[in-house]
């Protein structure tokens, strides 16, 4: 199979057997590197991901012969299962991606290998922006340390954990005045998600701001219909009526998602 063009398409036409093809590319060490990397990004699309994956890419996180890029990807890709599962339980086999024990082992291996300060640097990162898709408490206090890090690599994972994780508000409001346009993007997201009311002003301007960098606009939209669903409703009008097809329909999700969509609702459903 041709990786690259397979990945270019949604996931939900991939194959039927694209979940033994990737097994094979990820247990196959003479596998080139460049395809390698791409399988473990693959492996952890919804449409694929199963415990046997999964397993395959927990090994890979813990091999330190693995180059540390690969240990970090294969990281990442356990994230969307874990939140998955996290979200939707075990009630019923059908809704989680992964099996129960499977769950517990990754939270665990996953905390291991985050604790263990030997690891590297990048490691360890990115296996703490996969663990918190599943929010543990011993999350909040490698956040607060990761915070107040004067490397801004471990700043920027913190306010990505903010995300996920309560009761940072203070924080994320530190992070918006960041010069960083990564940890301000990562604090955009995160002020919406916990409907931060104190960064209405702040999130508010850049939804409006056609100056905003459209990704960090897109957020912004997002994170306002959220915070203040009733004030975006009036701020989103020249949004909806944008010359800009994506802005449009991301102004009317936000709205729609917050309850306040109204006479967009059909649109959107059409959609």
């Keep these: 199979m041709d990786l690259r063009k397979l990945a270019q398409i949604p996931p939900w036409d991939w194959p039927d057997d694209m979940a033994l093809e990737l097994l094979g590319d990820l247990r196959d060490s003479d596998v080139s590197p460049e395809r390698r990397l791409l399988a473990v990004e693959m492996a952890g699309d919804m ?11 927990l090994a890979i996180v813990q091999n330190r012969d693995e180059q540390e890029l690969l240990r970090g990807k294969a990281a990442i890709a356990l994230g969307p299962a874990l939140e998955e599962a996290d979200t939707m339980g075990f009630n019923d086999p059908d809704d989680s991606p992964i099996s129960q024990d499977l769950f517990g082992k990754l939270q665990q291996t996953l905390r291991e290998v985050y604790q263990d300060t030997g690891q590297p640097k ?3 990162r990115m296996v703490l922006e996969a663990a918190v898709r599943a929010p543990q408490e011993w999350h909040r206090e490698a956040i607060r340390s990761a915070y107040g890090s004067h490397d801004e690599e471990w700043k920027l994972t913190a306010v990505f954990c903010m995300v996920y994780v309560a009761g940072f508000e203070k924080e994320i409001c530190e992070a918006l005045d960041s010069d960083d346009p990564d940890i301000h993007y990562q604090a955009v997201r995160a002020a919406g998600n916990w409907e ?3 960064a209405w002003k702040h999130v508010a301007a850049l939804a409006t701001s056609n100056r905003t960098d459209k990704p960090l606009q897109l957020a912004a939209i997002e994170a306002a219909a959220a915070i203040h ?5 009036d701020l989103f009008v020249d949004l909806l009526d944008s010359d800009d097809e994506e802005l449009r329909e991301v102004a009317a999700e936000a709205l729609v998602m917050a309850g306040q969509g109204g006479e967009f609702h059909d649109d959107y459903d059409d959609e």
């Excluded at 449409?47 to 999964?54: F, G, H, I, Q, Y």
């Excluded at 669903?229 to 409703?233: E, G, S």
């Design 47 to 57: 449409t694929v991901v199963n415990d046997e994956l999964a397993e395959v890419l």
């Design 122 to 124: 990048d490691v360890r």
């Design 196 to 198: 931060v009311k104190a």
């Design 229 to 233: 669903p009733q004030k975006a409703r």
